[in-house]
Every structure is written in structure tokens, then in C-alpha cells.
């Protein structure tokens, strides 16, 4: 019940408020808000065909690793580093996705998304679509939810490459190194995870500048 009195309140004052625009700004503003909802889709189908790629490019790492593991190949490579050259080439292959999706084009959508977000703040007669969504979100958007869906797959590749090598280590007689090599892709992985979580969880900056935007809106 409190929820729907504070829908209908807010429902009111922006009917006043866009009542009272002049029909001027109100053109200006509701063309830019267009175009910036316009980039927002374009980054986001960018993004979702990255990680269409990924996913595949995950499946394929594990129909390569299943063949290897289920055929006789006639080839003078072990199956072992076969499997560790698989997972190596798949996790590297995830890591370029990662850099394109969540280093390049989702900081282009954020910069979208916060400009929408300092227009709603300024002109409370828009919907305030982002602002709903951030809510639903805690206030911290879905960045840290979706470094999972890069992480994940990379720290597992890393894991069965090292694992697969040992492996190989062990059937050649070096049992003293496999242990080791096992420990090692475990460091690496927790390495890995503390970079991609610092590159791509850029909170501070972001904090930043929706403050500057929000003094400028109080400005003006």
C-alpha cells in the first residue's frame, strides 16, 4: 500500500512538472534522451554478441577437450598437453572477449547510461527509467554481477590446464614438478581474478563523476 502511494505521488509531480516545461526544452531534452537510449541499445547488442561469442567459444574448448579425451589421435602430442593447449587457447580467447565486452564497450554504455541518468536527475518530468533500474540493482548496477560470467570460465580453463599438464609431468616421470604445477595454476587463478576484478570494476571513478553531474544539475 505505502509502495503505491509513493508510485502515485511521484506519478503526480511528474505530471507537474511536465505540465510546466516549455515546449522548446521539452523537444531539446526528449531528442537527446532518445539518441542516448539509442546508443544504449547499440552497446548493449555489442555486448550481448560478445558473450554469445564466449559462450560458444567455452563450448567449444569442451568439445575439443571430449574428443581428445574419447578419440585415439594420430597425431605425436600427447593427449594431456593437448588438453592443456585447448584450455590454454580457450581461456586466452575468453580473456580478449572480456577486454572488448567489459573494458571497451561497457564503460561507452556506462558513459550513455550516466549522461541518462544526470537528465532524469535534472529534468524530473522524464521517466525515470534509470533510476529505476539502479534500484533494482542496489545502486550498484550489474558490472559486478557480470564479471562472473568472464570469470568463472577463465579461472576453470586455468585450472584444467594446469591440472592436464601435471598430468602429463606425472605419466613422464616427473612427479616432483606435477605437484607444483597444480599450485601454481591456483596462484595464477587467484591472480587473475584480482586483476579482472580491479580492471573491470571501475566503482570510484563512476562514483565520481555521477557526483560532479549531480552538483552540475543542482547548479543549473
Avoid at 26 to 54: C, K
Avoid at 207 to 213: K, L, S
Wanted: with cysteine.
Amino acid at each position: 500500500m505505502h509502495e503505491k502511494v509513493e508510485q502515485s505521488e511521484g506519478s503526480q509531480v511528474a505530471s507537474d512538472a511536465l505540465g510546466s516545461v516549455d515546449p522548446v526544452t521539452y523537444a531539446r531534452v526528449w531528442n537527446v534522451i532518445g539518441e542516448i537510449g539509442v546508443q544504449e541499445r547499440h552497446f548493449n547488442e555489442l555486448q550481448s554478441g560478445y558473450r554469445n561469442m564466449a559462450s560458444g567459444w567455452l563450448l567449444a574448448v569442451f568439445a575439443g577437450i571430449g574428443f581428445s579425451l574419447s578419440q585415439k589421435l594420430q597425431i605425436n602430442i600427447p593427449c594431456e598437453l593437448l588438453i592443456a593447449a585447448i584450455a590454454a587457447a580457450g581461456c586466452v580467447g575468453i580473456g580478449l572477449l572480456w577486454i572488448l565486452d567489459l573494458l571497451v564497450y561497457h564503460r561507452l554504455l556506462d558513459a550513455c547510461f550516466i549522461e541518462g541518468l544526470f537528465l532524469e536527475e535534472r529534468y524530473p518530468w522524464l521517466p525515470p527509467l534509470r533510476h529505476n533500474m539502479m534500484e533494482t540493482q542496489a545502486g550498484q548496477g550489474v558490472l559486478f554481477r557480470t564479471i562472473g560470467f568472464y570469470l568463472i570460465p577463465i579461472n576453470f580453463l586455468i585450472l584444467v590446464a594446469s591440472f592436464a599438464f601435471a598430468w602429463w609431468l606425472k605419466h613422464e616421470g616427473w612427479q616432483f614438478i606435477a605437484a607444483p604445477t597444480v599450485v601454481a595454476g591456483f596462484t595464477l587463478a587467484y591472480f587473475a581474478t584480482k586483476m579482472i576484478r580491479n580492471a573491470t570494476e571501475n566503482t570510484a571513478a563512476i562514483e565520481r563523476v555521477v557526483a560532479h553531474g549531480k552538483q552540475y544539475c543542482g547548479r543549473t
